[in-house]
């Protein structure tokens, strides 16, 4: 593993690591270590996005519960990931996962998956499920093509902005956020289009990586998932409609469902407590502190 890690001051933020680890056919994925923390919290994000898009993400969980550690992967062809070619199955993603876990030593973690990103923390949870502590999946489904499929439009939408992407934030707009959060459209995304203009994941790898997603179902081995599991979704998500989370509901074994009003396919931007409160939900009660009187 190669790694590069940063001194925080003494009163500042946590301590980083940023490095890379070779799979097991040779190719080299990267990674982000929050480093402290007996929790280990794995975050796999979504299509064409590298771990870098979680944005506040991880560090509002950190603020709920300070042993949490949150530890990003850029799948490959994403992010510090681009020189490895992206595979057509998103288990060779999960496994990725595995490797990252062993190469920190790591025996269990929880598991947040987002769209792309939770279709491969399905099979995180099935290909290794002595790996997995718990899931939080977002915004995803455990068979796209068994429908219901997005609207025409979006379908077209999606299909320009990975053959010609836009400086626009209208399309983005369209494919991201649900009707009560277009009016703040500007605010939302443009960090998102700042960062994928800084580090643009290339077209093969959007390609290669709908390609897996269209051949991902995991409807049958789902039922072999017993870890907790936290469901989430937009009732407004015009990418991946809600009935998609909504069967993944019924399928993962106790698993808690809950659809957000008025929100789309960009959860995390436009409802951002909603992750933390739902890993919140799935870690253990935080000790209680000692009564320090003696009786």
Do not use: K
């Not at 070619?85 to 496994?95: G, K, T």
């Not at 002595?130 to 379908?155: D, H, K, Q, Y």
């Not at 443009?190 to 077209?203: D, H």
Request: proline share 10%; net charge positive; hydrophobic share 45%.
């Amino acid at each position: 593993m190669d790694s590069d890690t940063a001194q925080p001051p003494a009163s500042g933020p946590p301590l980083l690591r940023r490095g890379t680890f070779e799979s097991a056919d040779g190719r080299r994925i990267a990674f982000t270590d929050h480093v402290d923390g007996d929790e280990p919290m794995l975050f796999i994000q979504g299509l064409s996005l590298s771990g870098d898009f979680w944005f506040n993400t991880p560090a509002t969980v950190r603020a709920r519960r300070s042993g949490v550690r949150p530890i990003l992967i850029d799948n490959r062809g994403t992010g510090r990931s681009r020189g490895a070619r992206a595979p057509r199955s998103l288990a060779v993603l999960a496994d990725d996962c595995a490797a990252l876990l062993d190469v920190l030593a790591i025996e269990r973690a929880w598991v947040v998956g987002l769209s792309m990103g939770g279709m491969v923390a399905q099979h995180l949870a099935i290909r290794h499920p002595g790996r997995v502590r718990g899931l939080v999946l977002v915004a995803t489904s455990a068979c796209v093509r068994a429908g219901p499929w997005p609207a025409p439009t979006i379908l077209r939408t999606l299909a320009r902005g990975v053959l010609s992407p836009s400086r626009s934030l209208d399309p983005l707009a369209a494919l991201l956020l649900g009707p009560n959060d277009r009016p703040r459209a500007t605010s939302l995304l443009t960090p998102f289009v700042r960062l994928a203009a800084r580090a643009p994941t290339p077209r093969a790898t959007v390609l290669s990586q709908l390609a897996a997603v269209a051949s991902h179902d995991t409807r049958r081995a789902l039922r072999s998932v017993t870890c907790p599991t936290e469901i989430l979704a937009g009732d407004a998500d015009a990418l991946v409609p809600p009935a998609h989370s909504h069967t993944l509901a019924q399928i993962i074994p106790n698993a808690r469902y809950t659809v957000f009003s008025g929100v789309g396919h960009g959860l995390p931007l436009c409802a951002p407590t909603a992750i933390p409160d739902a890993i919140e939900r799935l870690l253990p009660a935080p000790p209680r502190a000692r009564d320090g009187n003696i009786g």
